[in-house]
């Protein structure tokens, strides 16, 4: 039977007419020989030869080949909102305003808001923190001139809002017009510290808020957003793992809060204007959340979660 599939393939190759081809197609065999013929076009070669183009092309849109990430597949940044479980409502149905507290205890602030995931603003949170007056523009560019912050690890984030940067470093080397707010370019950028060295300098400057519970783990990776008034960041959720807390170390940033959709007939949106000195606390993996720096001064912010 092998040898008559052969020799039929063999004749057909030789005379290859409509002819032959149409009355070939009567015959039973052709389908075992016609099957045969398909897998023969994707032998071990072909299939390996696919194999590396189809990686190759992939590793070129989603791989460090041409950039810098380390994501085997990069999704797009509003992908977390595709995969989230759906809220109870809970969270929200009672919450009309982000109410501002002060010298609160960690257990009020525990039960009050970490546990019912309820925004809230502690206006003495960072009043006193050095970082409000040395955390500067000229001072992240010192900082982080020696090191290549960028390369450094994989949890590095940088984002560039509505501006062209593509890294911190490029960003913190801008026009020194542009930087002071001076020359009408206006910019925005926020980033995850990952260098150990700027870490610990940091933390020099600032505390682990007062009002979180001692065994709360306050997790060590920063994140920093800084830039001019009428910028912010546009409205998403996060997936990050704990609720964070943001302490506004200059300017004033305006934050506007939304139930996640499955509670929009629930729940209402909310708004609060962060002043200087004052810490945010908010469940960004819940609570929807745009920002807006008000005018005045350029806004540096300081923030970390917290479990
Ligand atoms: O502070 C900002 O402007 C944005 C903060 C933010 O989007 C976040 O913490 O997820």
């Not at 707010?181 to 925005?188: A, Q």
């Not at 260098?195 to 007062?210: C, M, Q, S, T």
């Not at 957003?225 to 912010?232: K, L, S, T, V």
């Not at 964070?244 to 209402?268: D, F, I, N, T, V």
Request: proline letters at 5%; aromatic letters at 14%.
């Amino acid at each position: 039977m092998q040898k008559a599939e052969k020799r039929l393939q063999a004749i057909l190759q030789k005379y290859n007419t409509n002819f032959v081809t149409k009355d070939y197609s009567k015959l039973d065999v052709n389908k075992k020989i016609f099957f045969k013929f398909r897998f023969m076009c994707l032998n071990k070669t072909t299939i390996a030869f696919m194999g590396i183009i189809f990686m190759l092309v992939a590793a070129g849109h989603t791989t460090n080949l041409f950039n810098n990430s380390t994501c085997m597949i990069d999704m797009p940044s509003d992908a977390s909102k595709w995969f989230r479980e759906p809220e109870i409502c809970d969270i929200c149905e009672s919450v009309t305003e982000v109410v501002k507290v002060k010298n609160v205890s960690a257990s009020a602030f525990y039960s009050n808001f970490v546990g019912p995931a309820k925004p809230v603003v502690v206006t003495d949170g960072a009043k006193y923190w050095p970082a409000s007056k040395i955390f500067t523009f000229k001072f992240f560019q010192k900082l982080y001139k020696s090191s290549n912050h960028e390369s450094e690890s994989s949890s590095c984030q940088f984002f560039p809002y509505k501006t062209e940067f593509t890294s911190l470093h490029e960003a913190l080397n801008m026009d020194v017009k542009r930087a002071e707010l001076e020359n009408g370019e206006p910019w925005y950028i926020g980033w995850s510290n990952c260098n150990d060295y700027a870490g610990r300098i940091l933390r020099k400057h600032y505390e682990v808020p007062y009002f979180l519970p001692n065994t709360s783990e306050n997790i060590a990776l920063n994140w920093i957003f800084m830039g001019g008034p009428g910028q912010g960041a546009h409205m998403h959720v996060d997936n990050v793992q704990f609720p964070s807390w943001q302490a506004q170390l200059k300017g004033k940033k305006l934050w506007r809060l939304a139930p996640p959709p499955e509670c929009y007939y629930k729940c209402q949106e909310m708004q609060v204007t962060v002043e200087s000195g004052e810490i945010i606390v908010v469940d960004t993996n819940r609570w929807y959340h745009q920002t807006f720096i008000l005018p005045g001064e350029i806004s540096i912010t300081i923030g970390s979660e917290f479990d």
